[in-house]
């Protein structure tokens, strides 16, 4: 069984700076991906990164960066330059080639001006 | 935007009636699954299915049913609405495999339910 979780319910942040966001999971799978998704208030949840755990090397998406420990099973989030759009909440979640994916309980995140 | 449709976006029901959720998805994934999620709070799995004819319960009990007749189409069905069944239920849809790209799931803009 897959496990995830994210030990921050709330995180802020002022516009213009870096944030990290963490996550940690289980699996007893070897071949497996981590994603985080975004969901703004009211609007649809959407991809905002994903890392193959095969791949050494850090995903990124501009201003949005993993750190992937895998032997720590460690996934986290950095959004740098921090925007008022960035205001979500953030769900990491895991997954295996069946499809099925297991989500973190969330971490709000609030932008401020 | 992704292409997967949930209808409809609010829904005020009275405590006893039958109501469907429909979902649909027009990018061809074969696995569909139904989430539920109270405002601010974690996703919670109730259904899911890897293909036609193929129904599985998720993670979380749910008093609710589906169906997967056809691949582009997973309706969700509560019976008997009650006031407990309140809540945000989002579907999502991914293939599966051998990479991320294909893992990725994506989400409708939910069903807000609200049992009175």
């Known amino acids: 069984a897959q496990t995830v979780t994210q030990s921050q319910p709330e995180m802020s942040v002022q516009e213009a700076e870096t944030v990290t966001l963490s996550c940690t999971y289980d699996?007893?799978?070897?071949?497996?991906?981590l994603f985080w998704y975004k969901q703004p208030p009211s609007r649809q949840m959407i991809l905002v990164i994903r890392?193959?755990?095969?791949?050494?090397q850090n995903a990124t998406e501009n201003r949005f960066s993993v750190n992937f420990q895998k032997a720590a099973k460690s996934f986290s989030l950095k959004i740098s330059d921090s925007q008022l759009g960035d205001t979500a909440m953030y769900f990491c979640?895991?997954?295996?080639?069946?499809?099925?994916?297991?989500f973190g309980q969330g971490t709000i995140l609030t932008v401020h001006p | 935007e992704a292409d997967i449709y949930q209808t409809p976006r609010y829904l005020v029901i009275g405590t006893g009636k039958k109501i469907t959720l429909e979902c649909s998805q027009t990018?061809?994934?074969?696995?569909m699954y139904w989430y539920q999620q109270d405002p601010g709070m974690e996703l919670h799995l109730i259904h899911y299915?890897?293909?036609?004819?193929?129904?599985e319960k998720g993670d979380l009990s749910s008093e609710s049913t589906v169906s997967r007749i056809r691949t582009e189409h997973f309706p969700l069905t509560l019976e008997s609405a009650r006031p407990s069944h309140t809540s945000q239920y989002l579907c999502?849809?991914?293939?599966?495999?051998?990479?991320?790209?294909?893992?990725?799931?994506?989400f409708g803009q939910g069903t807000r339910l609200t049992v009175v």
């Open positions: 890392q193959e755990a095969y791949k050494q």
């Open positions: 990018m061809g994934h074969d696995k």
């Open positions: 999502a849809s991914n293939n599966g495999g051998l990479n991320a790209r294909n893992t990725e799931a994506f």
């Open positions: 299915s890897y293909g036609v004819n193929s129904t």
């Open positions: 699996t007893s799978e070897n071949n497996y991906y």
């Open positions: 979640a895991q997954g295996t080639s069946y499809g099925k994916l297991t």
